[in-house]
Structures are given as structure tokens and as C-alpha cells.
């Protein structure tokens, strides 16, 4: 009876074993693909569909323009150029209440003048984080930790915009490599 008590046990100890063995060999895998996505290029990840806006085109024009599944714009000149970027945060900016006690300065009431004639030029971010379209994903995952930024506009030298990089990229490819 007591060696039938230790054959169970060892039986046991044999099937922990080995899930305990797939674990560890999983884990290995995940740790392999994610130092593997740093080496991505992000010409591959980025979305090269992106809304492109120019400088004077009006704010009820982006509004129109946002889809669902857009959260930014980018501001280009005829070139293609970046000139500027909006992101759906920046746009709720403009649309919030002011502050019980604010100081009332020349941005504020510029911010407060906002109206159906406003311009895009109006609430761009005139000097946007951007990432090379040579960088990796190393590269960008970096500085977007650094900056807080979720969405970075892909430029090559002459700053032409050739997509859009945003966390949810990143975190697709990385779902992709973890199944």
C-alpha cells in the first residue's frame, strides 16, 4: 500500500514537472519574440492610412473627418510635409470648461474664442514628437515611455509623413508574437 502512496506521488511530480517545463519553455519564446520586436522596423507597423489635414482647412472639416478607428490627424502642407499634429486629446483641449480661479492670459482667451471659423493652425501642435521611418520599434517603444506620447507621425529627412505609429500597433504585433 505504501509503495502504490509513492508511485502516486512520483506520477505526480512527473506531470508538474513537465507543466512546469512548458512554462518555462513559453516564457523563453516570449522573452525571444519580444527582444525580437524591438528589432522590428517601424515602416512595418505603421498604419500608412492616416487623416491628413493641412493648416488652413477648419476644425468642423477634422472633426468631420475622425473615424472611429482615427484618434489623431496629421497637419501636411501640398508636399506632404509635416507641419503640425492633433490628436482627439488635443482637440478635447479646446472644448473644456475653464478653471474656477484661471488666470485669464492671451492663451486662454484665444483658447475660449474658438469658433465655427477656427482653423486647424488654431489648436496644432506646431512642433510634434516624431519618430525616423528608418527607426525600430526598440527605438520608438523608448520614446514614446519617455514622452508619454501614444501616437508618433513617421517621417523620413525632408519630413515628409509617411504614417502613423501608435501604441495600439505595437500592441497588435506584440499579441501577434505572443500566441
Given at each position: 500500500?505504501?509503495?502504490?502512496?509513492?508511485?502516486?506521488?512520483?506520477?505526480?511530480?512527473?506531470?508538474?514537472?513537465?507543466?512546469?517545463?512548458?512554462?518555462?519553455?513559453?516564457?523563453?519564446?516570449?522573452?525571444?519574440?519580444?527582444?525580437?520586436?524591438?528589432?522590428?522596423?517601424?515602416?512595418?507597423?505603421?498604419?500608412?492610412?492616416?487623416?491628413?489635414?493641412h493648416?488652413?482647412?477648419s476644425?468642423?472639416?477634422?472633426?468631420?473627418?475622425?473615424?472611429?478607428?482615427?484618434?489623431?490627424?496629421?497637419?501636411?502642407?501640398?508636399?506632404?510635409?509635416?507641419?503640425?499634429?492633433?490628436?482627439?486629446?488635443?482637440?478635447l483641449?479646446?472644448?473644456?470648461?475653464?478653471?474656477?480661479?484661471?488666470?485669464?492670459?492671451?492663451?486662454?482667451?484665444?483658447?475660449?474664442?474658438?469658433?465655427?471659423?477656427?482653423?486647424?493652425?488654431?489648436?496644432?501642435?506646431?512642433?510634434?514628437?516624431?519618430i525616423?521611418i528608418?527607426?525600430?520599434?526598440?527605438?520608438?517603444?523608448?520614446?514614446?515611455?519617455?514622452?508619454g506620447?501614444?501616437?508618433?507621425?513617421?517621417?523620413?529627412?525632408?519630413?515628409?509623413?509617411?504614417?502613423?505609429?501608435?501604441?495600439?500597433?505595437?500592441?497588435?504585433?506584440?499579441?501577434?508574437?505572443?500566441?
Amino acid at each position: 500500500m505504501k509503495e502504490a502512496g509513492k508511485l502516486k506521488k512520483k506520477k505526480m511530480c512527473i506531470v508538474v514537472g513537465k507543466r512546469r517545463h512548458l512554462q518555462m519553455q513559453r516564457k523563453k519564446e516570449l522573452s525571444h519574440n519580444i527582444r525580437y520586436i524591438s528589432k522590428v522596423p517601424v515602416r512595418i507597423v505603421m498604419d500608412r492610412e492616416f487623416l491628413k489635414v493641412h493648416p488652413e482647412d477648419s476644425l468642423i472639416t477634422l472633426i468631420e473627418n475622425l473615424r472611429e478607428e482615427e484618434t489623431s490627424a496629421v497637419v501636411v502642407d501640398d508636399e506632404g510635409r509635416l507641419l503640425g499634429f492633433i490628436t482627439m486629446k488635443d482637440l478635447l483641449h479646446f472644448f473644456s470648461p475653464p478653471r474656477r480661479y484661471s488666470i485669464v492670459g492671451l492663451g486662454l482667451l484665444k483658447k475660449y474664442t474658438l469658433n465655427r471659423a477656427s482653423r486647424v493652425e488654431d489648436i496644432m501642435v506646431t512642433k510634434p514628437i516624431t519618430i525616423h521611418i528608418s527607426d525600430n520599434l526598440g527605438h520608438a517603444i523608448k520614446l514614446m515611455i519617455e514622452t508619454g506620447k501614444h501616437h508618433l507621425p513617421v517621417v523620413d529627412d525632408e519630413r515628409k509623413v509617411h504614417g502613423i505609429l501608435e501604441v495600439k500597433d505595437i500592441i497588435r504585433l506584440i499579441r501577434i508574437v505572443s500566441l
